[in-house]
């Protein structure tokens, strides 16, 4: 089992950075292997992915987030960040951790991400 835990969430003015966290911990064997995500969901809208790593470090970025946003992972510390900058109010969701691993789905809680215009 792996447990995700997100953090960095907050409330920013449109053109301003956040930098989101999640950490991993539970089975080592998994979360070395894991593909790790960030998705966002807005009020009304689906879950939508936003950036992928897999454990080799090749990353995904859906095309509204393209050169706006950074993912990387540190492996030794099983983390996983989301640096997001030119921010704008369509970004405001709830953010969320995801670890894909053969056929497991981990979730983080999920943290809020408030653009004000």
């Known amino acids: 089992q792996v447990q995700l835990v997100e953090s960095g969430g907050g409330l920013v003015q449109a053109g301003g950075s956040l930098r989101l966290s999640c950490r991993a911990s539970?089975?080592?064997?998994?979360?070395?292997?894991?593909?790790m995500n960030w998705y966002r969901q807005a009020p009304g809208n689906q879950r939508e992915l936003v950036a992928g790593?897999?454990?080799?470090?090749?990353?995904n970025y859906a095309d509204s987030v393209k050169g706006r946003f950074t993912i990387s992972r540190d492996s030794a510390r099983n983390t996983v960040s989301l640096e997001m900058t030119s921010l704008i109010p369509e970004d405001t969701a709830v953010y969320y951790c995801?670890?894909?691993?053969?056929?497991?789905?981990?979730w983080g809680q999920g943290t809020q991400v408030t653009v004000s215009s």
């Open positions: 539970g089975s080592f064997s998994r979360i070395v292997i894991m593909t």
């Open positions: 790593i897999t454990s080799g470090g090749s990353t």
């Open positions: 995801n670890g894909v691993v053969r056929r497991e789905n981990y």
